[in-house]
C-alpha cells in the first residue's frame, strides 16, 4: 500500500532519474564525449525555444489579424449601399449601450440609498450580484472602448515588428 505522506511516484522518479544518469554514463565515457553530449542538449534546448518562440510570435500575428479581419468586415458592412440600418449600426447601438450601462451602474453603487429596503444595503444578498454585473460590464467596457478607440496603430506596429522578426529567423 502506497505511503500518504509521500507524494506519488517519489521514490520511482529518483530511481528513473538515476538509471538514465546511469545510461548516460555508460553510453558516454571521455570528458570529450560528455562536453559533446551537453552541447547537443544544449542546442537541443536553445531550438526548442526558438520553436516555441515562433510559435508564440504566430499566435499573437493571427490575434492581431483577426481583430483586423472584424475591423475590416465592419468597414465593408459601413460602406454597402444594400446594408440595412440595423445591419450598419449595430455595433455602434450596443457600444454606446454598454458604455451607458455601465456608468449608470457606476452611479446607482455610487449614489444609491443605503437604506434596509434598498438594493445596495450592506447586508442585501443582491448586492453582491449588482457588483459581479458591475465587474463583467466594466470588462465588456473595457473591450468595447479598445476596439473603438484602441491601439489600432499599436497593433500595426507590432505586426510589423513579427514580420520582421520571422523573416529574420
Not at 134 to 147: D, F, I, M
Request: glycine fraction near 6%; aromatic fraction near 8%.
Amino acid at each position: 500500500m502506497a505511503n500518504l505522506r509521500t507524494p506519488p511516484f517519489s521514490s520511482g522518479t529518483s530511481t528513473l532519474v538515476t538509471s538514465v544518469g546511469d545510461a548516460i554514463d555508460k553510453i558516454v565515457t571521455t570528458d570529450e564525449e560528455k562536453k559533446e553530449l551537453d552541447s547537443e542538449l544544449g542546442k537541443a534546448n536553445l531550438q526548442y525555444q526558438m520553436q516555441m518562440a515562433t510559435l508564440g510570435l504566430q499566435e499573437t500575428q493571427a490575434y492581431l489579424g483577426d481583430a483586423a479581419n472584424a475591423r475590416e468586415n465592419q468597414s465593408r458592412v459601413q460602406e454597402s449601399e444594400h446594408a440595412s440600418w440595423l445591419a450598419k449600426n449595430v455595433h455602434p447601438v450596443l457600444a454606446v449601450s454598454i458604455i451607458g450601462l455601465t456608468f449608470f451602474m457606476y452611479w446607482y453603487i455610487a449614489f444609491s440609498d443605503q437604506s434596509a429596503t434598498h438594493i445596495m444595503a450592506p447586508d442585501s444578498p443582491m448586492k453582491d450580484i449588482v457588483i459581479y454585473i458591475l465587474g463583467a460590464l466594466t470588462t465588456v467596457a473595457t473591450q468595447v472602448v479598445s476596439y473603438f478607440f484602441g491601439s489600432s496603430s499599436g497593433s500595426a506596429d507590432k505586426s510589423k515588428a513579427l514580420n520582421a522578426f520571422l523573416k529574420k529567423g
